[in-house]
T-cell receptor, first 112, second 111 residues
């Protein structure tokens, strides 16, 4: 069964450093998303991406965040200067349309 | 914006039915989803229902939608220990493909 793949599974970084979280969406999907889940809290929407541009973003997705689809298969989330409060599980997801997004296993980001 | 609410915990005995409830606020919600998250894993899409449906059954899972009360439920028949997980309700509206998630309900199945 096709799946969304995320790497790495766990990333530890120092505050102020840049991190890039990587995702390979399901190949025939057109819509891509990043969500995050701070421990014990709701899964929060960050950004959606369609047709090589951001289609929607939440207020969480500020200037320190960016997304890219560099080569037609990968979908990345960059956090420019990490803060302690960026520590969370980051989920990538993809969907054909409104049929329900399929999520990856997540990358646990720990900022120290 | 949309808000989705769920109770935080549900404990059931193995073999019993589990019913996980969810309420949402946006009456224009067109798609409603149930996701399952096992410990340390990602969110697995279990099932979804269109807002013009009242019920959807898929093996042990039954989804009921009361659109008037904006209430969604997930019934798991013959609950097994492997069903222990966090279950998330989510909705999206016709103008957006973005599911909004609830906090999740931790289902604990004990022998």
């Amino acid at each position: 069964e096709p799946e969304v793949t995320q790497t790495p599974s766990h990333q530890v970084t120092q505050m102020g450093q840049e991190v890039i979280l990587r995702c390979v969406p399901i190949s025939n999907h057109l819509y891509f998303y990043w969500y995050r889940q701070i421990l014990g809290q709701k899964v929060e929407f960050l950004v959606s991406f369609y047709n090589n541009e951001i289609s929607e973003k939440s207020e969480i997705f500020d200037d320190q965040f960016s997304v890219e689809r560099p080569d037609g298969s990968n979908f990345t989330l960059k956090i420019r200067s990490t803060k302690l409060e960026d520590s969370a599980m980051y989920f990538c997801a993809s969907s054909e349309a409104q049929l329900g997004a399929f999520f990856g296993q997540g990358t646990r980001l720990t900022v120290v | 914006g949309e808000d989705v609410e769920q109770s935080l915990f549900l404990s059931v005995r193995e073999g019993d039915s589990s019913v996980i409830n969810c309420t949402y606020t946006d009456s224009s919600s067109t798609y409603l989803y149930w996701y399952k998250q096992e410990p340390g894993a990602g969110l697995q899409l279990l099932t979804y229902i269109f807002s013009n449906m009242d019920m959807k059954q898929d093996q042990r899972l039954t989804v009921l939608l009361n659109k008037k009360d904006k209430h969604l439920s997930l019934r798991i028949a013959d609950t097994q220990t492997g069903d222990s997980a966090i279950y998330f309700c989510a909705s999206s509206s016709g103008g957006s493909y973005i599911p909004t998630f609830g906090r999740g309900t931790s289902l604990i199945v004990h022998p």
